[in-house]
Protein backbone atom coordinates (compact mmCIF):
# COMPACT_ATOMS: atom_id res chain seq x y z
CA UNK A 1 0.00 0.00 0.00
CA UNK A 2 1.48 3.39 -0.81
CA UNK A 3 0.89 6.29 1.33
CA UNK A 4 0.86 9.66 -0.06
CA UNK A 5 0.98 12.04 2.97
CA UNK A 6 1.69 15.08 0.58
CA UNK A 7 4.03 16.99 3.27
CA UNK A 8 6.35 19.37 2.05
CA UNK A 9 10.15 19.75 4.08
CA UNK A 10 11.37 23.66 3.20
CA UNK A 11 14.16 25.80 5.16
CA UNK A 12 13.63 29.09 5.31
CA UNK A 13 15.99 31.44 6.22
CA UNK A 14 15.56 34.94 8.09
CA UNK A 15 17.56 38.24 7.32
CA UNK A 16 18.64 41.19 9.40
CA UNK A 17 15.65 43.07 11.16
CA UNK A 18 13.48 40.11 10.39
CA UNK A 19 16.31 37.07 12.09
CA UNK A 20 16.12 39.56 15.42
CA UNK A 21 12.67 40.01 15.34
CA UNK A 22 12.16 36.23 14.94
CA UNK A 23 14.90 35.06 17.14
CA UNK A 24 16.77 32.73 14.88
CA UNK A 25 18.73 32.61 11.41
CA UNK A 26 16.52 29.80 10.38
CA UNK A 27 13.71 27.32 10.37
CA UNK A 28 13.32 23.27 8.34
CA UNK A 29 9.84 23.12 8.29
CA UNK A 30 8.06 19.93 7.53
CA UNK A 31 4.42 21.28 6.29
CA UNK A 32 1.27 19.13 5.16
CA UNK A 33 -0.33 19.66 2.27
CA UNK A 34 1.19 20.69 -1.71
CA UNK A 35 -0.60 23.41 -2.58
CA UNK A 36 1.17 25.85 -0.59
CA UNK A 37 2.37 29.12 -1.70
CA UNK A 38 4.54 31.98 0.10
CA UNK A 39 1.53 33.80 1.93
CA UNK A 40 0.80 30.34 3.29
CA UNK A 41 3.76 29.95 4.72
CA UNK A 42 4.04 33.57 5.97
CA UNK A 43 0.50 32.40 7.97
CA UNK A 44 2.21 29.45 9.81
CA UNK A 45 5.40 31.31 10.56
CA UNK A 46 2.69 33.78 12.16
CA UNK A 47 1.48 31.39 14.62
CA UNK A 48 2.67 32.19 18.02
CA UNK A 49 5.29 34.60 16.86
CA UNK A 50 4.75 38.13 18.04
CA UNK A 51 7.39 40.61 16.08
CA UNK A 52 7.90 44.28 17.14
CA UNK A 53 5.42 45.47 15.31
CA UNK A 54 3.18 42.58 14.34
CA UNK A 55 3.84 39.26 12.61
CA UNK A 56 5.44 38.46 9.32
CA UNK A 57 2.26 38.41 7.58
CA UNK A 58 1.46 41.78 8.78
CA UNK A 59 4.63 43.18 7.58
CA UNK A 60 3.84 41.67 4.23
CA UNK A 61 0.67 43.26 4.31
CA UNK A 62 2.51 46.43 4.99
CA UNK A 63 4.91 45.68 1.54
CA UNK A 64 7.91 45.62 4.40
CA UNK A 65 9.26 42.27 3.07
CA UNK A 66 11.38 40.83 0.32
CA UNK A 67 11.01 37.24 -0.41
CA UNK A 68 13.57 35.23 -2.72
CA UNK A 69 12.58 31.66 -3.59
CA UNK A 70 15.71 29.50 -4.20
CA UNK A 71 17.50 32.49 -4.80
CA UNK A 72 15.51 34.31 -7.24
CA UNK A 73 13.73 37.34 -5.93
CA UNK A 74 10.06 37.30 -6.21
CA UNK A 75 8.82 40.53 -7.45
CA UNK A 76 5.78 42.01 -4.97
CA UNK A 77 2.21 40.65 -5.16
CA UNK A 78 3.53 37.88 -7.61
CA UNK A 79 4.08 35.45 -4.05
CA UNK A 80 -0.02 34.34 -4.32
CA UNK A 81 1.07 32.69 -7.78
CA UNK A 82 4.32 30.80 -6.86
CA UNK A 83 3.32 27.36 -5.59
CA UNK A 84 6.07 26.06 -3.01
CA UNK A 85 8.00 22.52 -3.58
CA UNK A 86 9.25 20.10 -1.29
CA UNK A 87 13.09 21.04 -0.91
CA UNK A 88 12.75 24.93 -1.81
CA UNK A 89 14.97 27.52 0.26
CA UNK A 90 12.71 30.76 0.94
CA UNK A 91 15.04 33.47 2.06
CA UNK A 92 12.81 36.24 4.12
CA UNK A 93 13.98 39.58 4.41
CA UNK A 94 13.03 43.02 5.03
CA UNK A 95 13.14 46.00 2.27
CA UNK A 96 16.73 46.94 1.65
CA UNK A 97 18.64 49.77 3.29
CA UNK A 98 22.19 49.81 2.17
CA UNK A 99 24.38 52.48 1.00
CA UNK B 1 32.61 46.84 -15.86
CA UNK B 2 32.71 44.87 -11.97
CA UNK B 3 30.75 45.15 -9.15
CA UNK B 4 31.90 43.88 -5.97
CA UNK B 5 31.15 43.15 -1.66
CA UNK B 6 34.08 43.64 0.05
CA UNK B 7 35.13 44.30 3.97
CA UNK B 8 37.53 47.14 2.51
CA UNK B 9 37.24 48.70 -0.63
CA UNK B 10 39.80 49.09 -3.15
CA UNK B 11 41.61 52.72 -3.52
CA UNK B 12 39.57 55.02 -5.40
CA UNK B 13 42.97 56.36 -7.73
CA UNK B 14 42.86 52.70 -8.91
CA UNK B 15 39.35 52.26 -9.62
CA UNK B 16 39.65 55.16 -11.32
CA UNK B 17 42.57 54.25 -13.29
CA UNK B 18 41.17 51.02 -14.03
CA UNK B 19 38.15 52.87 -15.54
CA UNK B 20 40.25 55.27 -18.02
CA UNK B 21 42.06 52.29 -19.53
CA UNK B 22 38.66 50.36 -20.79
CA UNK B 23 38.26 53.00 -23.39
CA UNK B 24 39.87 56.27 -25.28
CA UNK B 25 36.58 57.73 -26.08
CA UNK B 26 35.82 58.51 -21.89
CA UNK B 27 35.31 61.97 -21.49
CA UNK B 28 34.13 62.22 -18.05
CA UNK B 29 34.66 59.99 -15.13
CA UNK B 30 31.81 60.44 -12.13
CA UNK B 31 32.32 59.42 -8.73
CA UNK B 32 29.77 58.95 -5.85
CA UNK B 33 31.23 58.10 -2.36
CA UNK B 34 29.02 57.04 0.15
CA UNK B 35 29.99 57.86 3.47
CA UNK B 36 28.57 57.25 7.06
CA UNK B 37 27.12 60.44 8.27
CA UNK B 38 28.19 60.95 12.58
CA UNK B 39 24.81 62.12 13.39
CA UNK B 40 20.57 60.31 13.48
CA UNK B 41 17.73 60.52 14.95
CA UNK B 42 18.89 58.33 18.07
CA UNK B 43 21.92 60.96 18.59
CA UNK B 44 25.87 60.65 17.41
CA UNK B 45 26.40 57.46 15.41
CA UNK B 46 29.18 55.10 16.15
CA UNK B 47 29.23 52.86 13.10
CA UNK B 48 26.83 51.24 10.43
CA UNK B 49 27.05 47.46 10.45
CA UNK B 50 26.25 45.96 7.06
CA UNK B 51 24.59 42.60 6.63
CA UNK B 52 24.23 40.90 2.88
CA UNK B 53 22.86 38.65 1.29
CA UNK B 54 25.75 37.89 -0.82
CA UNK B 55 24.98 35.78 -3.58
CA UNK B 56 21.83 38.00 -4.41
CA UNK B 57 23.21 41.10 -4.13
CA UNK B 58 25.80 40.68 -6.27
CA UNK B 59 23.11 39.26 -9.02
CA UNK B 60 21.29 42.62 -8.23
CA UNK B 61 24.55 44.58 -8.71
CA UNK B 62 25.16 43.14 -12.00
CA UNK B 63 22.03 43.19 -13.16
CA UNK B 64 21.71 47.26 -11.78
CA UNK B 65 25.17 47.81 -14.08
CA UNK B 66 24.53 46.10 -17.09
CA UNK B 67 21.31 47.50 -17.69
CA UNK B 68 22.24 50.81 -16.52
CA UNK B 69 24.94 50.82 -19.32
CA UNK B 70 23.31 49.82 -22.10
CA UNK B 71 20.17 52.24 -21.27
CA UNK B 72 22.65 55.09 -20.55
CA UNK B 73 25.48 53.93 -22.98
CA UNK B 74 27.97 55.16 -21.07
CA UNK B 75 31.08 53.22 -21.27
CA UNK B 76 32.20 51.56 -17.88
CA UNK B 77 30.80 51.00 -14.31
CA UNK B 78 32.34 49.70 -11.49
CA UNK B 79 30.68 49.69 -7.50
CA UNK B 80 31.85 48.35 -4.71
CA UNK B 81 30.26 48.18 -1.38
CA UNK B 82 31.33 47.28 2.07
CA UNK B 83 29.80 44.62 4.32
CA UNK B 84 30.41 43.94 8.40
CA UNK B 85 30.89 46.97 10.47
CA UNK B 86 31.67 50.55 8.80
CA UNK B 87 32.84 53.46 11.58
CA UNK B 88 31.83 56.88 11.70
CA UNK B 89 33.44 59.49 8.33
CA UNK B 90 34.71 55.84 6.92
CA UNK B 91 33.72 54.95 2.98
CA UNK B 92 30.99 52.97 2.79
CA UNK B 93 30.59 52.66 -1.20
CA UNK B 94 32.20 53.80 -4.29
CA UNK B 95 30.21 54.17 -7.66
CA UNK B 96 32.15 55.12 -10.65
CA UNK B 97 31.07 55.85 -13.93
CA UNK B 98 32.84 56.39 -17.36
CA UNK B 99 31.34 58.01 -20.00
CA UNK B 100 31.97 60.07 -23.12
CA UNK B 101 29.80 63.02 -22.02
CA UNK B 102 28.69 63.94 -18.43
CA UNK B 103 25.26 63.90 -19.45
CA UNK B 104 24.79 60.42 -19.12
CA UNK B 105 27.60 60.05 -16.89
CA UNK B 106 25.59 61.66 -14.44
CA UNK B 107 21.80 59.97 -15.33
CA UNK B 108 23.75 56.67 -15.24
CA UNK B 109 25.09 57.55 -11.38
CA UNK B 110 22.11 58.73 -10.13
CA UNK B 111 19.90 55.59 -11.05
CA UNK B 112 22.55 53.03 -9.83
CA UNK B 113 23.01 54.87 -6.18
CA UNK B 114 18.77 55.00 -6.07
CA UNK B 115 18.10 51.25 -7.77
CA UNK B 116 21.36 50.10 -4.76
CA UNK B 117 19.42 51.54 -2.28
CA UNK B 118 15.85 49.99 -2.98
CA UNK B 119 16.81 46.85 -4.56
CA UNK B 120 19.96 45.33 -3.57
CA UNK B 121 19.71 43.13 -0.24
CA UNK B 122 21.75 45.22 1.67
CA UNK B 123 20.97 46.33 5.77
CA UNK B 124 22.35 48.51 8.03
CA UNK B 125 21.96 48.41 11.36
CA UNK B 126 22.99 51.92 12.97
CA UNK B 127 24.84 51.82 16.32
CA UNK B 128 24.53 54.93 17.89
CA UNK B 129 25.43 56.18 21.53
CA UNK B 130 22.25 55.28 22.62
CA UNK B 131 21.46 52.13 21.26
CA UNK B 132 21.14 50.83 17.65
CA UNK B 133 18.32 50.62 15.38
CA UNK B 134 17.70 49.02 11.77
CA UNK B 135 17.30 51.57 9.11
CA UNK B 136 14.35 51.10 7.75
CA UNK B 137 14.36 50.66 3.34
Known amino acids: MIVNDSSMRLYVRFYARIKEEM ?77 | MRVKITEKLSELGDIIQEVKK ?3 DIGAILVFIGVVRGSSPLGKVLRLEYEVHEKLAYKKLEEI ?14 IEHRKGSVNRGENIMYVVVAS ?26 EVTEHGYRWVEG
Open chain 2, 100 to 125: KHRKEGFEALMEIINRLKEEVPIWKK
Open chain 1, 23 to 99: GREAVNLNVKGSAMNIIDLLRILSKDKKMRKGTLIDYYLQGKLLIAVNEEIIRRNEEGKLILKDGDIIDIMPLPSGG
Open chain 2, 22 to 24: SSE
Open chain 2, 65 to 78: AKNVKERYSVIDIV
